[in-house]
């Protein structure tokens, strides 16, 4: 490769760095380059996934102890905006009981990211209402259990 090729795709590199910080803040370019708690758990308590107007998907998986979240993970295929909203998103929600997790709204977790672009704001509602879809589903397998229990 030739320097001026390795100066070029830097430069462009550092552009991009620099937008994206712009967007976010610190703490949001961070998770964006690194996103923290992306990925499937392995044995799931609950599964979540709802596609968006913008027709991407946002995937919620968790797992409980002690009626408190103990693991909590996120996937999609959509924008830097939504890896961003889930990576916070799924860490708000590790160790909260089911009445905390009810308050991880989009306002919330917006809030939590501090900077976030305006038009891309719509990331944070779906993994919110991803989130609040997993929390739905866990109480209603739940409710379930207890009903095949008692035969
Ligand atoms: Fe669709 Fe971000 S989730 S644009």
Known sequence: M?????????SLQNQIFDETKEAFGEAGFQRWRKPLYRGRLKNPD??????????????????????????ASYITDGCGSSTVCGSFATEMAIGKNPDEISAITGEAVLKRIGRFPKEDEHCAFLVAETLQE??????????????????
């Open 2 to 10: 030739s320097d001026d090729f390795d100066t070029f795709v830097e």
């Open 134 to 151: 997993a929390l739905k589903l866990y109480f209603e397998n739940y409710a379930k259990n207890i009903k095949n229990m008692k035969g």
């Open 46 to 71: 609950v599964h979540a996934r709802i596609t968006g107007k913008c027709g991407d998907t946002m995937e919620i998986f968790l797992t409980f102890e002690n009626d408190r979240i103990k693991e």
